[in-house]
């Protein structure tokens, strides 16, 4: 069956919101990255609601979905993935509760999830997954496109 993953492209505080992974062990290929904020769908959801569930349990914040960005399909993990862009709305970044912090064992090899809100500038030096995203992410962001 095919992953419907939804993920968030949030401009904050004179940046824009990343979860740090390190120490990944289940990525053979990247133990120390970047990714947009989000996750697999729940039973239910639209899109965009769980594109805000996802936010609030990672960061801590509410915020709206203003529009689709990206689309792509990922073969090595079967699933589609949906980047939105989000405005914040409201709460305190970093203060999320979903079950990637709960210090479960079953997450021990997914490593460290670290909220971090990286200037604009910064961006392009980083390693940020998927790689595919982070270029049209950095074009998009060159064309003043949001």
């Known amino acids: ?24 062990i289940k990525r053979k290929d990247y133990q120390d990255y970047y ?8 039973e ?4 965009e609601e769980g594109t805000i569930r996802e936010i609030k349990e990672e960061f801590g914040i509410d915020v709206k979905v203003e529009k689709l960005l990206f689309k792509i399909h990922s073969e090595k993990f079967n699933q589609d993935e949906y980047f939105f862009l989000c405005k914040y709305v409201s709460g305190e970044f970093g203060t999320g509760t979903g079950p990637e912090f709960s210090n479960d064992p079953a997450y021990i090899e997914y490593g ?5 809100i990286i200037k604009k500038e910064d961006i392009k030096s980083l390693t940020l997954l998927p790689v595919e995203i982070k270029e049209k992410f950095l074009t998009s962001l060159e064309n003043k496109e949001f």
């Not at 992953?3 to 949030?10: E, G, K, L, N, Q």
């Not at 990714?35 to 729940?42: C, M």
């Not at 239910?44 to 899109?47: D, T, V, Y």
């Not at 460290?112 to 971090?116: D, K, M, Q, T």
Request: aromatic fraction near 10%.
């Open 1 to 24: 069956m095919k992953r419907i993953r939804v993920a968030a492209i949030i401009p904050i505080q004179n940046g824009y919101a990343f979860m740090h992974r390190k120490n990944v």
């Open 35 to 42: 990714t947009f904020p989000g996750g697999g769908l729940e």
């Open 44 to 47: 239910g959801e639209s899109l």
């Open 112 to 116: 460290e999830y670290i909220p971090e």
